[in-house]
């Protein structure tokens, strides 16, 4: 590696957290450990990680969720990727699509840890390339809608709004291409870096998606004012 990077590991198993930390140090990464969303919390209460792989089912009164929306909060483009047992897979669902990076089943081996790491990477980096169009792009604004791509903050009518990473991406999709129909095949590629083979399965995809973005930019979300579904075709931006 030709640059430090900064990784946080988060698990409350000490067996886990010196496997990772070594498979990380031997990757050439400054590593720190925390036990507890507590110490995890304070750890990021200052310092900027480049990477942070975190355990959904943390003991105590901080678990990994938490720890998660802090990490969205005070550092949005930190790379995430949540840990999960099989047996708790489902309830790691929400959690990734909140705007995890990637995830792994535990027990993981070293070289799905790394190959997790190279991808959720590389899934930032084409979200990077996304949100900067070209790098033409510095703000963006549709009608009472503003992003600034270099703070990665999104307002509505001067109000900030507050979006996971991959609501970020939905919206600056959507708001390039104001006025026209965007396919769900499309907007899944957008946000999950793959296309779906099936409409079928694009349309229940892109549907959670979008509903949990109207629940943060629309006055009414039961009612949509800006994000409108073209029955049958797609979604389409109306500022």
Request: charged content about 30%.
């Amino acid at each position: 590696m030709t640059e430090l990077v900064r990784a946080l590991i988060v698990d409350d198993e000490e067996r886990i957290r010196l496997f990772l930390k070594e498979v990380l140090r031997r990757e050439g990464y400054v590593v720190t450990t925390a036990a507890t969303g507590e110490e995890a919390l304070a750890c990021l209460q200052d310092t900027a990680f480049d990477l942070a792989i975190l355990d959904l089912m943390l003991g105590g009164r901080v678990d990994g969720q938490r720890v998660l929306e802090a990490i969205r909060w005070r550092w949005p483009a930190m790379v995430v990727i949540m840990m999960t047992a099989h047996g708790t897979l489902d309830s790691a669902i929400e959690a990734i699509q909140e705007g995890v990076d990637g995830y792994l089943l535990k027990p993981v081996e070293a070289s799905e840890v790394r190959q997790a790491i190279q991808d959720a990477f590389e899934r930032r980096d084409h979200r990077a390339e996304l949100h900067l169009a070209g790098g033409e792009w510095q703000s963006l604004n549709r009608g009472p809608f503003s992003i600034d791509f270099d703070s990665h903050r999104v307002s509505r009518n001067d109000e900030e709004i507050e979006l996971t990473p991959s609501e970020f991406t939905l919206l600056v999709h959507l708001m390039q291409n104001a006025h026209q129909v965007v396919e769900p095949k499309t907007l899944v590629e957008v946000v999950r870096q793959y296309r779906p083979e099936y409409l079928h399965e694009a349309r229940q995809i892109i549907k959670w998606y979008i509903h949990r973005l109207r629940q943060k930019v629309e006055p009414d979300p039961s009612n949509p004012r800006y994000i409108v579904n073209v029955r049958g075709v797609g979604y389409m931006f109306e500022p």
